[in-house]
């Protein structure tokens, strides 16, 4: 139990374009799923917060208007990288928390973008 | 502000040899999670601690949290391999937005 998936693994996009990432909860509801981006050899950062049905949380620092994120559902939420730049390529992770009596959160597998 | 760190940053070892990795956090939490990130992938959960003085154990991992020190171990017994990884401690803020914190992770490489 406790799978989250996210899509695409891999995605390479031109710079100016936007792309989507999806963050599932594929066996139980997420209310409340976080985003977070890594960089090469470093720790992961703490993007934004999001909770079914309300708008997201951002970190201090975070464009909320380049990274659109929306939790449509209580099993899906999604990030749009807009306008993407170089700057931006990283790994992006998504992660998920809702089971009922448990404190922890579960990762999805990431996504490597490459902005070019 | 809560603020999660570890030492060492990076350790490289021989197989066979025991070793702990620190992880210190500045205000109260009693929840602390251990992962471990291989290159180019996800984080693995290997243990959530829930109260102080909580001790769990997988395998050649052994981890603890002390809430009065706010500190946490995570002990390596006779080293393998396979063990090389990243290892990531996070600290639960507590706070309703449910976030953590991570530290800045210790690159363990454990030579043959």
Not at chain 1, 23 to 46: E, G, H, I, N, V
Not at chain 2, 33 to 48: A, C, I, M, N, T
Not at chain 2, 73 to 81: F, N, P, Q, S, W
Not at chain 2, 95 to 108: A, E, M, P, S, V
Request: charged share 20%.
């Amino acid at each position: 139990g406790a799978v989250v998936s996210q899509h695409p693994s891999r995605v390479i996009c031109k710079s100016g374009t936007s792309v989507k990432i999806e963050c599932r909860s594929l066996d139980f509801q997420a209310t409340t799923m976080f985003w977070y981006r890594q960089f090469p050899k470093q720790s992961l950062m703490l993007m934004a917060t999001s909770n079914e049905g309300s708008k997201a949380t951002y970190e201090q620092g975070v464009e909320k208007d380049k990274f659109l994120i929306n939790h449509a559902s209580l099993t899906l939420s999604t990030l749009t990288v807009t306008s993407a730049h170089p700057e931006d390529s990283s790994f992006y992770i998504c992660s998920a928390r809702g089971l009922v009596g448990s404190h922890e959160q579960y990762f999805g597998p990431g996504t490597r973008l490459t902005v070019t | 502000e809560l603020k999660v760190e570890q030492n060492p940053l990076f350790l490289s070892m021989q197989e066979g040899k025991n070793y702990t990795i620190y992880c210190n956090y500045s205000t109260t939490s009693d929840r602390l999670y251990w992962y471990r990130q291989d290159p180019g992938k996800s984080l693995e959960s290997l243990f959530v601690l829930l109260s102080n003085g909580a001790v769990k154990q997988e395998g050649r991992l052994m981890a603890s949290l002390d809430t009065k020190a706010r500190l946490s171990t995570l002990h390596i017994t006779a080293a393998v391999h396979d063990l090389s990884a990243t290892y990531f401690c996070a600290v639960d803020t507590l706070n309703r937005d449910d976030k953590i914190i991570f530290g800045k992770g210790t690159r363990l490489h454990i030579l043959p």
